[in-house]
């Protein structure tokens, strides 16, 4: 049963930080490698409100913001100018990344800094006696994609995004403002990201080189998914559900080298990700 | 001529001085410089590996320093012995176990790197994917670096190894001669014909598969390549230094690597060279007193660097430099050094032996009953078609008939059909579906639609490699001629290409484009020519040429299929002409026939469903 909620638990975490990365692939055409580094920076300003006193679901929503701020930032700066050269922006995300860690050490040095730590009971599931906190990122992560699928599937906002997803400047012609929907689907991304790093806070370590560990594993299930919610959520079940149980049955170390494994062999036998139906 | 030839000589002895510069300077430098040299010597060498897979097959490789990395430790491992905590008890002294060290490392390092090649390179994959793949592979790495103690030395990594009594001197001209031999190695190799593949692939993936190239293989064995020299690289480091840790497989160092090829020039190979070296020696002198300060410093270049100057400082600079030049030039007066500036230097020279085939009446190939569509879409529905050897057949139809599928169908294999195409084309008889770059080595030669060039290669350059047809250019020598057939003397006059031979082929008119996609699909010298709307955007006249020209191949065995809305060009040349509409065949005929049927007239005009 444990080893279950395991599996169920990683699957939603992976969901979680792989969210915001799947919106800017799948509109921008971006892979933002920057991604770990916003999550860097939503844990530090909980790490921030949690040094202040304040609660800790008010550190993720602040995490969230600051995440936001700084990927505006980055996209008038950056990104906006590499949208017809996708390939740079995999180098432009890559060295932002190192940017933020490099500012976040320098603002807060090398020591692990903690966010508190929120629900910390156990509830029992069936019997088992399971960490509440971990529960909760699951359920967090069903709403976030059930939300993301109705917005998408019935909201203008979605219709929006489908169209600048085909063609840009038809979308242009007919009056949509894509710089800004570009913007703000980037920021919200990065909010995410943000979100993400805050709410795994209490589970890792927090250190500059914070979600590193996660780095390779959810890039390849934003892959993974190709260019549908229901592939990353597959993806996301898939990786996550390798992880745990080769960890519990085999060796943990390798785990993620067997992560990265299973990933790249599905990519070459789905190149374009795992989708239901085909394209 | 005269002049490119000198300007080569130029650059090698360019080359040759700023390595004579640095090898008085290991004389008179101190100690603390040429030390700092040595390593900028060997960070160069892993720069251009870098270079050679970024750079000219496009493949970024965000975790380069992997491949360095197991060649510095091949080198520890195999002269070291450790405890079973991975701490080093002894040192083998036999000089032998070095050599053993660097080549199994450049051995081992070419081998995963084919496997990831292998799993990476993929015609329908994601660009994104190989630059994940090795960044993931970096993490997996340094994971799996901590748990070998007993190779690796665990976390403290391996130390106190090395050769014996070689001075710090004699090591800083080892590693100038290694980074010189690497150097010349690498330019001759992207000067030569393979280089221009190399371009190819980067600029323009699928056009180079439909010129019979093996896109994924060169990419693969391009990455071993790589892997290989960047090891080679990490094998010296280790060697000179007697030191090995996990920091050398980082991210870290990787993007560091990125760095200097970024900064220096991608595409450039002496770029690369610079900015490692450059960067390293800055780097030293800053990082001693601002070491975070510096990373960050780093960082910001290579952001800057990508979104501002994307090819890289060199290249900007060379550039600036030449814009200025041409400037003082012209205020002179001096309105020769105004023509357009060519690449390449390659000459296109007629070869008469190009000699016709015979022609036959067999089929070439034989369509039965195919049925293709995209996802729920339908567009081609039971198409049965007999090409004959030697004839000129035309395909029209209406907008959305599947004139373009039908063409895509019979040269990419790699579409997954229903029903049958059989391809009789003498090395290659049988219905078996195989990938573009195999049909098209068979002798099956494709336009596009819209002409698909390559950026960076002259036209010349572009016919020398469609030319190859798939055959690979050798290494090292340089082709300053390309001979072509009498046909595509034809057709490079015929287009008004005549004399533009070093012209880039993005840079061209679009008419001309067109000129050089025919004048391309027929220097391969195919069995069967299959030209989509090659007449698109030409006047009247080129038009009237071009179907002159094609129905001379034809006269000379060729077998030519070919997509036309106009008619009126139709009924000129064709020999017989297919009309398709909503995905069958509604008429098969002579033009005569063709034009006089009542159920095309319909089609066009939208009265038969």
């Not at chain 1, 069903?142 to 085909?166: E, H, N, P, S, W």
């Not at chain 2, 391969?524 to 040429?545: I, K, M, Y």
Request: net charge positive.
């Amino acid at each position: 049963m444990t080893l279950l909620l395991d599996v169920l638990t990683s699957i939603g975490i992976l969901t979680i930080v792989v969210l915001g990365l799947a919106i800017v692939l799948g509109v921008l055409d971006v892979i933002n490698l920057a991604h770990t580094g916003f999550m860097g920076i939503g844990v530090y300003a909980a790490v921030v409100a949690h040094e202040h006193g304040w609660p800790f679901w008010l550190g993720v929503v602040v995490a969230a913001i600051a995440a936001a701020v700084a990927g505006l930032v980055v996209e008038v700066l950056v990104i906006r100018r590499l949208y017809d050269r996708p390939l740079e922006t995999i180098l432009a995300t890559w060295g932002i990344s190192l940017i933020i860690v490099q500012l976040i050490t320098l603002a807060f040095g090398h020591n692990n800094r903690a966010v508190g730590q929120p629900l910390a009971t156990a509830t029992s599931v069936f019997g088992t006696p399971y960490s509440t906190y971990r529960l909760v990122l699951v359920i967090i992560a069903a709403v976030l994609v059930v939300g993301l699928a109705l917005l998408i599937r019935f909201t203008r906002v979605g219709l929006t995004v489908r169209m600048i997803q085909a063609n840009q400047d038809l979308a242009r012609g007919l009056g949509i403002r894509v710089s800004f929907l570009r913007a703000s689907t980037f920021v919200v991304g990065c909010a995410l990201a943000g979100f993400a790093g805050a709410l795994l806070g209490p589970t890792q370590a927090i250190n500059p080189n914070y979600a590193v560990s996660l780095v390779a594993t959810a890039f390849l299930a934003v892959l993974l998914a190709g260019r549908h919610l229901s592939g990353l959520v597959l993806g996301c079940v898939i990786l996550g559900a390798v992880q745990v149980l080769f960890a519990r049955w085999a060796n943990p170390v390798y785990s993620s080298a067997v992560v990265v494994g299973v990933a790249v062999v599905l990519l070459r036998i789905f190149p374009e990700g795992l989708t239901w139906r085909r394209a | 001529m005269a002049s490119r030839l000198t300007l080569r000589r130029g650059r090698f002895g360019t080359v040759g001085l700023v390595v004579a510069g640095f090898a008085v300077f290991g004389v008179v430098g101190t100690d603390y410089n040429t030390g700092l040299l040595t390593t900028a010597f060997v960070y160069a060498i892993a720069a251009v590996s870098l270079d050679l897979v970024w750079g000219y097959v496009g493949a970024p490789d965000l975790g380069h320093a992997l491949w360095f990395g197991i060649g510095a430790l091949s080198v520890g491992a195999m002269t070291t012995v450790t405890d079973k905590t991975g701490l080093v008890i002894d040192v083998h002294d036999s000089s032998w176990r070095y050599v053993v060290g660097i080549i199994l490392g450049m051995i081992v390092s070419a081998a995963l790197a084919g496997i990831v090649g292998r799993f990476s390179f993929s015609a329908r994959g994601s660009a994104f994917y190989i630059a994940v793949v090795t960044l993931a592979l970096t993490t997996v790495a340094t994971t799996l670096y901590s748990q070998f103690p007993k190779i690796t030395g665990g976390d403290n990594g391996l130390f106190g190894f090395g050769p014996a009594n070689v001075t710090p001197r004699t090591w800083y001209y080892v590693a100038l001669a290694a980074l010189t031999l690497v150097v010349i190695g690498a330019v001759v190799l992207v000067r030569s014909d393979l280089g221009l593949l190399l371009k190819a692939v980067r600029d323009n993936e699928t056009r180079t598969r439909y010129l019979g190239y093996d896109v994924e293989r060169i990419k693969t064995v391009t990455f071993m390549g790589g892997a290989a020299i960047a090891a080679f690289a990490g094998g010296l480091m280790a060697v000179i230094y007697g030191l090995v840790s996990s920091d050398l497989f980082s991210f870290v160092f990787a993007t560091q690597m990125l760095v200097w090829v970024a900064v220096g020039g991608r595409g450039t190979i002496i770029g690369p060279v610079i900015g490692a070296i450059v960067l390293q020696l800055v780097g030293a002198h800053l990082s001693a007193q601002f070491p975070t300060q510096w990373n960050l410093v780093e960082g910001v270049l290579f952001v800057l660097v990508v979104v501002f100057v994307p090819d890289g400082v060199l290249p900007f600079v060379t550039r600036q430099i030449g814009r200025l030049a041409t400037s003082l030039h012209t205020r002179r007066g001096d309105m020769a050094s105004r023509e357009p500036q060519g690449v390449g230097g390659r000459r296109i020279t007629p070869d008469p032996a190009g000699a016709p085939q015979r022609p036959t009446t067999s089929p070439v190939i034989a369509v039965s009953d195919l049925h293709f569509g995209y996802g729920s879409l339908q567009v081609l529905r039971g198409v049965d078609l007999q090409v004959n050897r030697g004839e000129l057949l035309c395909i029209v139809g209406p907008n959305g008939a599947g004139k373009s599928t039908l063409v895509s169908v019979l040269a990419d294999g790699n579409m997954r059909i229903d029903g049958e195409i059989r391809y009789e084309l003498g090395s290659h008889t049988s219905h078996r579906r195989r990938p573009p770059h195999r049909i098209a080595r068979y002798g099956v030669s494709r336009k596009f639609q819209s002409p698909q060039l390559f950026e960076s290669l002259s036209a010349a350059e572009t016919i020398l490699l469609a030319r190859l047809g798939g055959k690979l250019p050798s290494f090292w020598r340089r082709s300053e001629v390309v001979p072509v057939s009498p046909a595509v003397v034809d057709v490079l006059d015929a287009t008004g290409l005549h004399g533009r031979d070093n012209e880039r082929g993005t840079t061209l008119a679009h008419g001309l484009k067109q000129g050089l996609e025919i004048a391309a699909a027929v220097a391969s010298r195919p069995q069967v020519l299959l030209l989509d709307e090659p007449t698109a955007g030409l006047t009247l006249n080129e038009r009237a040429v071009i179907g002159k020209v094609l129905r001379r191949l034809v006269g000379n065995g060729m077998t030519v299929i070919l997509i036309e809305h106009d008619l009126d060009f139709v009924n000129q040349i064709a020999d017989r002409v297919v009309v398709l509409h909503g995905g069958r065949i509604i008429q098969d005929g002579t033009p005569d026939e063709v034009s006089s049927s009542q159920v095309v007239r319909e089609a066009y005009l939208g009265t038969v469903s």
